[in-house]
Nanobody
Framework: QVQLVESGGGLVQPGGSLRLSCAAS????????MAWYRQAPGKQRELVASITSGGSTNYADSVKGRFTISRDGAKKMVYLQMNSLKPEDTAVYYC??????????????????????WGQGTLVTVSS
């Protein structure tokens, strides 16, 4: 199994900052692209930011210049630094990762397979 666990969400005032963290664990051989999504009540889930294994980043237009995604390959973690937060940033933020999973089969042999993993989400509320 592969697990993603988010942390760092909470209540913050407009203009404030939060840093979200996501830790990947389990039978992981390697991690390809990691990303943050968010979903506000009544809205569709949207991609906030992504980062490839090579470090290339991509951001939604609404967060460019305010959010920064980064990763630590050795620790299997991805972060989202959120600055200048606005009320419209309020949402549940989900960690996503495309993972190459390593499993043990039979008499100790291993198999590799790809899986798209999701965390359970962490709530970010931007309000006075």
């Amino acid at each position: 199994q592969v697990q993603l666990v988010e942390s760092g969400g909470g209540l913050v005032q407009p203009g404030g900052s939060l840093r979200l963290s996501c830790a990947a664990s389990g039978s992981i051989f390697s991690i390809n692209t990691m990303a943050w999504y968010r979903q506000a009540p009544g809205k569709q889930r949207e991609l906030v930011a992504s980062i490839t294994s090579g470090g290339s980043t991509n951001y939604a237009d609404s967060v460019k210049g305010r959010f920064t995604i980064s990763r630590d390959g050795a620790k299997k973690m991805v972060y989202l630094q959120m600055n200048s937060l606005k009320p419209e940033d309020t949402a549940v933020y989900y960690c996503n990762a495309n993972v190459i999973r390593r499993t043990v089969v039979g008499g100790g042999a291993t198999e590799l397979s790809a899986v798209d993993a999701w965390g359970q989400g962490t709530l970010v509320t931007v309000s006075s």
